[in-house]
Structure formats: structure tokens, C-alpha cells
């Protein structure tokens, strides 16, 4: 049976979503009807899909569902909180500028500012091997400041990964030039390496100076993304357990600038969330 469906195209720094409500429209789909609505080529196109659905939690103003283009629904989308705040306001499924969201790993809280941007609190990083998870059983990290640098095996060399948790995994390394990082060889091995459970965002980080970096992000079934807002927050709580640089830190990203505060407990994300355009389609 064909299913009609309302959306809206955004994006925050360049990282591209389908919005849906799914408050007022039914979304029963399956992950090759997910997959088919991300696709570039005969679908809307999207890194991923967002959905707005009333909230399970009493404490929560909306439940936050984020499906990537894979068709595999994931725990949390920093750039798409940005959006997911712009849209509910937009679409007047609330009055707030602030609102508290349900996601599969906790509340967040993002909030459109006067200027246009939107700041999300990201909550506190986590980064135990376990947490992530990680599987560092046989393996002896090497300690830099106050963090701990994890090897591993990636084709045919060792690289040395700060892992964090923003909810979602990430495994972090510096590179001397972003632009030359084998981001699209280490990838999606280190997506899918078997230490990573559960798959991991791979980030690859170039210092510029203490509060600036150039970061790009494999994303988990998603792959390289112009801008990943969690990616952001743990390339910046890495580089300040490394000690290499100092909140707040403005992260260039190919789709944009977004500014990362860490304060040694929450981390907050700030950044643009853009409507591109709204339509229809027929799945």
C-alpha cells in the first residue's frame, strides 16, 4: 500500500535531514522504505531522517527518533536537535524557544537563540572503553594529559583514538591537515572495526590553535557528512582531555563553523539550523 508523506528538507552546517511529524501523520515504516526516502538519486536525499513524535517522558516536551540513511535508527544527532527545535517552532507544535527532548539516550535541551543560531546542551561526555562500547581487552593505552589514547589496527597501520560518548560512540585521532586525512580508507574500518560493538563515528581532528580546529566525520551509516554536531562536541572533549585546547572552541567543518563549549560537565553545541524546502512523497 502507498504511503503519502509530509516533510521538510533541512539542514545545520550542511549535515542534511528529512524532518517528519510524527505527531499528525502515521510513520509505521520499514528500514528499506527509511533507506528509500534518504536515497539521493530516487528519494528526497538526507545524511538523516528526523522524527517529531509526542513525548513518552513526563519531564519532555517531544520524543526525538533519528534514523540514518542506512535505514538503522541511532541515538542522537546534534546537528539534528538544531533542526528538530527550528521545525517543532516553525510548524507551531509548541511556543517555546526552549524545550526539553526525549531521545534513546536522555533528555537534551536545545534552544533557538535571538540570532538565528541554536545551542543545544548536549549533556556530559562519557568516555570509559565500556561506555562507548569498546572492546579494549589485550590493549595498553598510552596516556596525554588527562586522556587516554587507545591503539588500533587500521590498513596496516596503528592509529591512536581518543573514544567518547556523546550518547552516540565516536573513536577521535589528530591528523596534521584534514584535507589530506584518509578519511575515506580509515572510515569505514574503523566504522566497522570488531572492537566497536556497536559500529563508531570515526573523526578525523586538525588542530589550528587552542579555541579552532578543522574536523571531519565518518558517520555510522551515514558515511563522510559536511558537518557532525556530536562529532564536533567529542573532537573537542578530546582535544581538551589531550590538553590542546581550551573552551570554547570554534570547529570548521566543509558545511560550516560550529562553536563547542565544554565546561568539564555538559557540553554545549551552537550552530545554524536552515529549512531548505517542504513536499510531499509517495513511498
Not at 558537518?227 to 589531550?242: D, F, L, Q
Amino acid at each position: 500500500m502507498a504511503i503519502k508523506l509530509k516533510f521538510t528538507k533541512m539542514h545545520g552546517a550542511g549535515n542534511d535531514f528529512i524532518v517528519l511529524d510524527g505527531i499528525h501523520q502515521q510513520l509505521d515504516l520499514s528500514a528499506a522504505q527509511w533507506r528509500a526516502l534518504a536515497d539521493r538519486h530516487f528519494g528526497v536525499g538526507a545524511d538523516q531522517i528526523l522524527v517529531v513524535e509526542a513525548a513518552q517522558n513526563p519531564a519532555a516536551d517531544f520524543r526525538y527518533r533519528i534514523f540514518n540513511a542506512d535505514g538503522g535508527e541511532v541515538e542522537q544527532c546534534g546537528n539534528g536537535a538544531r533542526c528538530f527545535v527550528r521545525f517543532v517552532h516553525d510548524k507551531k507544535l509548541t511556543q517555546k524557544t526552549e524545550i526539553t527532548v526525549e531521545t534513546m539516550c536522555g533528555l537534551i535541551t536545545p534552544r533557538l537563540e535571538t540570532n538565528g543560531q541554536v545551542t543545544v546542551n548536549m549533556g556530559a561526555p562519557r568516555t570509559a572503553p565500556a561506555q562507548i562500547p569498546f572492546d579494549s581487552e589485550g590493549l595498553q593505552p598510552q596516556t596525554q594529559h588527562e586522556d587516554q589514547l587507545w591503539p588500533l589496527g587500521v590498513a596496516g597501520e596503528v592509529v591512536q583514538l581518543s573514544l567518547v560518548s556523546m550518547g552516540n560512540p565516536h573513536a577521535v585521532q589528530v591528523v596534521a591537515d584534514v584535507e589530506t586525512a584518509p578519511v575515506a580508507v580509515q572510515g569505514p574500518l574503523i566504522e566497522h572495526h570488531p572492537r566497536f560493538p556497536q559500529r563508531v563515528n570515526a573523526g578525523f581532528m586538525q588542530i589550528i590553535d587552542r579555541h579552532q580546529i578543522a574536523l571531519r566525520v565518518w558517520e555510522r551509516g551515514a558515511g563522510e557528512t559536511l558537518a557532525c554536531g556530536t562529532g564536533a562536541c567529542a573532537a573537542v572533549v578530546a582535544g581538551i582531555r589531550r590538553g590542546l585546547l581550551d573552551s570554547p572552541v570554534q570547529v570548521r567543518t566543509r558545511g560550516g563553523t560550529l562553536g563547542i563549549a565544554w565546561d568539564g560537565d555538559a557540553v554545549w553545541l551552537t550552530g545554524p539550523a536552515v529549512t531548505v524546502f517542504e513536499g510531499e512523497i509517495t513511498l
